[in-house]
């Protein structure tokens, strides 16, 4: 499913038509720096959280309550650690593509990847919120309250952050 999000910015032609008709038209220039302007907003909104939450992971082990935490639990924090900052890593990724491709004429290529990028982070971001809340459920509750409340953030999303999108996407209003 998330190829398939990511393959709709490979080919842009596919929506000129309809920019075209209902943008007046807008020419393709116009068109890559509404989608980069638009990506950058959207970008700005979850790069502050996700690098609050991964500066809060990295503490977590020298706190003096860490050690509460079983074998499996320290098994989830770390990989809720990579995922963290693998988002982190592909949320901000696209200013280091834009800031290599500048005067470089690839808007296209840089709208694309970006694009990409910002859907592998929020995957990632995902996980790491996921993972965080196992973490925390399971510090004050114990480990099965963890990995069940861990399933019910997996559950919302899941439900939130991909199938209402694509339904929405795929069935209009």
Not at 15 to 22: A, M, T, V
Request: hydrophobic share 55%; charged share 15%; with cysteine.
């Amino acid at each position: 499913m998330i190829a398939a999000m990511a393959g709709d910015v490979d080919h842009p032609e596919d929506d000129q038509q309809w920019d075209q008709r209902e943008r007046g038209g807008e020419t393709e220039i116009q068109r890559l720096d509404r989608n980069w302007i638009s990506l950058l907003q959207e970008l700005r909104v979850v790069q502050t959280g996700v690098q609050l939450l991964t500066g809060f992971l990295l503490t977590l082990p020298f706190q003096q309550r860490f050690d509460i935490l079983g074998e499996h639990m320290r098994m989830v924090y770390l990989a809720t650690v990579g995922f963290s900052v693998g988002a982190v890593v592909l949320l901000v990724a696209p200013v280091a593509i834009h800031r290599l491709l500048f005067r470089r004429h690839r808007l296209q290529v840089l709208v694309s990847a970006a694009h990409r990028c910002a859907l592998a982070g929020i995957v990632l971001l995902s996980l790491a919120m996921i993972g965080m809340t196992a973490i925390i459920f399971a510090a004050v509750s114990g480990r099965n309250v963890g990995f069940a409340a861990g399933a019910c953030a997996l559950a919302l999303f899941t439900v939130f952050w991909l199938i209402v999108p694509l339904f929405i996407r795929t069935h209009g209003t």
